[in-house]
């Protein structure tokens, strides 16, 4: 069983950046896919970005296209999201999620999920 680990929470100021690490732990990840969900206060979940077991895979929600960027290095099974240009909408739990091979952007796609980091954007 797949257990995600998010880090890289916390508090940063409008136009800021933060870099998130998601490590999964029980199994190796290299043919899975993850997938970033946040969730902001009084809303519902939304997909944020996901890459592919294949790096070359990868998508973004357009409300954070052109400013957040996935990474991967499977011989640590860390998924990297480097968030810039950070606005207080992007202020929300973030979770990380696994599934096999290819992007999903559905929550019920995901089988093993983190606990979920806050990030708080201050303006």
């Known amino acids: 069983q797949v257990q995600p680990v998010e880090s890289g929470g916390g508090t940063v100021q409008a136009g800021g950046s933060r870099r998130r690490s998601c490590k999964a732990s029980?199994?190796?990840?290299?043919?899975?896919?993850m997938g970033w969900v946040r969730q902001a206060p009084g809303k519902d979940r939304e997909f944020v970005a996901a890459?592919?077991?294949?790096?070359?895979?990868?998508d973004y929600a357009d409300s954070v296209k052109g400013r957040f960027t996935l990474s991967r290095d499977n011989n640590k099974d860390t998924v990297y999201l480097e968030m810039n240009n950070l606005t207080p909408e992007d202020t929300a739990v973030y979770y990380c999620?696994?599934?096999?091979?290819?992007?999903?952007?559905?929550?019920?796609?995901?089988?093993?999920w983190g606990q979920g980091t806050q990030v708080t954007v201050s303006s």
């Open positions: 029980g199994r190796r990840v290299s043919t899975d896919a």
């Open positions: 890459i592919g077991w294949l790096e070359r895979n990868m």
């Open positions: 999620a696994a599934r096999p091979r290819e992007i999903g952007y559905r929550e019920w796609q995901y089988h093993s």
